[in-house]
């Protein structure tokens, strides 16, 4: 049996059937499409090589990358919004030389002044987070040598 709404824009019920096995049926129109929602913690991910020079252009951000020799220049972004806060994490990996290094801007701030630079070994994989606080970048390793 098909129960037509008399009114297609109000919520409406039909009780059927006898007690003790009666059914409900219900209809509940469909209201508008609503506004996006917030992501959640989904993030873009950038891939690539990097080179002496990288300009690191988004956050919230993943940046999945082989290292191809030192980055000798590392740019960072910048707030769009003042007071705007959000992290680029860096998931590094060596290439087969390994040794390469990150020459880190000086507006990074490291635990106790220590920058730090992923792991040297040949295709080994780091993770470096970036957070910026809305006023600084503050630098943090999320961990080395991952095999």
């Known amino acids: 049996m098909t129960l037509i709404p008399t ?3 109000k919520a409406q019920a039909w009780i059927r059937g006898e007690s ?4 409900v049926d219900l209809y509940v129109p ?8 917030d992501p959640g913690d989904l993030v873009s991910t950038t891939t690539g090589t990097w080179g002496a020079t990288v300009v690191l252009s988004a956050y919230p951000q993943t940046y999945i990358s ?3 020799t030192s980055v000798t220049s590392l740019s960072l972004p910048t707030a769009a919004v003042a007071g705007q806060s959000g992290t680029v994490t860096l998931v ?17 701030k490291w635990p106790e002044g220590i920058a730090q630079q992923p792991a040297g070994g ?16 503050l630098g943090m390793v999320g961990g080395k040598s991952f095999a």
């Open 92 to 108: 590094l990996t060596q290439d087969a030389t390994g040794g390469r290094t990150i020459a880190w801007p000086s507006v990074v």
């Open 66 to 68: 082989s290292l191809s």
């Open 122 to 137: 040949p295709e080994t994989v780091s993770v470096i987070h970036l957070m910026w606080t809305g006023a600084a970048w």
């Open 7 to 9: 009114d297609p824009t």
């Open 20 to 23: 003790p096995n009666q059914i």
């Open 30 to 37: 469909r209201g508008a499409r609503g506004d996006k929602g």
